[in-house]
């Protein structure tokens, strides 16, 4: 099975979690899964974002002007 993966995208100020180096930050998806990346010193983190929202959708109305 192919891997789908989006173009890496730099964070601009970001800082590695890991070496602390600034710029050195990518962004990506990998299957639908966020994937951070630092070019620098190989530090890669997944994060999968299945929360449920934390509470159900509201409907307000919006009274026109």
Do not use: H, W
Request: proline share 5%.
């Amino acid at each position: 099975m192919k891997q789908k993966v989006t173009a890496k995208r730099f964070v601009a100020g970001a800082k590695c979690p890991k070496c602390q180096q600034m710029d050195t930050t990518v962004c990506y998806y990998e299957d639908e899964i966020f994937v951070r990346e630092c070019i620098e010193c190989g530090f890669n983190e997944k994060i999968i974002n299945d929360d449920e929202p934390a509470s159900a959708p509201q409907m307000i109305k919006i009274k026109e002007l």
